[in-house]
């Protein structure tokens, strides 16, 4: 999964790129840390996330996730994550990745 985040962390940037279904984004926000987010269009030209992880990325390859949102969600979920919902984060978070994975590797 690390090669998958690697190469996604590598050909995508932070601006939003519209790819068949919905807006790609990276950013990178210090050395070690990022956010994925996958949107739609919202109302008024915003844009909801669905979802957004931002995440630290150590040299060992170790994810240490740090904030997780999703606006289409109801109710909205806007959290950190924490031992609770760890494995559900991680769970999204690997559906990201091959999303952007897929979306890049066939275009």
């Keep these: 999964m690390v ?3 690697r190469y996604v962390l ?3 940037s932070d601006s939003r ?3 068949s279904d919905g807006y790609y984004r990276v950013q990178q ?7 994925l987010e996958f949107s739609v269009s919202g109302y008024c030209g915003t844009f909801e996330s ?14 240490t996730f740090l904030l997780y949102r999703d606006m289409t969600a109801t109710p909205i ?4 994550p924490d031992d609770s919902n760890k494995a559900a984060v991680r769970s999204e978070f690997e559906a990201l990745v ?7 590797d066939n275009i």
């Design 77 to 80: 979920k806007f959290f950190t």
């Design 50 to 63: 669905k979802p957004a992880i931002k995440f630290q990325l150590s040299s060992d390859d170790d994810i």
């Design 17 to 19: 790129v519209f790819i």
């Design 98 to 104: 091959e999303r952007f994975y897929q979306v890049k």
């Design 3 to 5: 090669d998958k985040l």
């Design 29 to 35: 926000f210090d050395n070690d840390i990022y956010e």
């Design 10 to 12: 590598t050909h995508f």
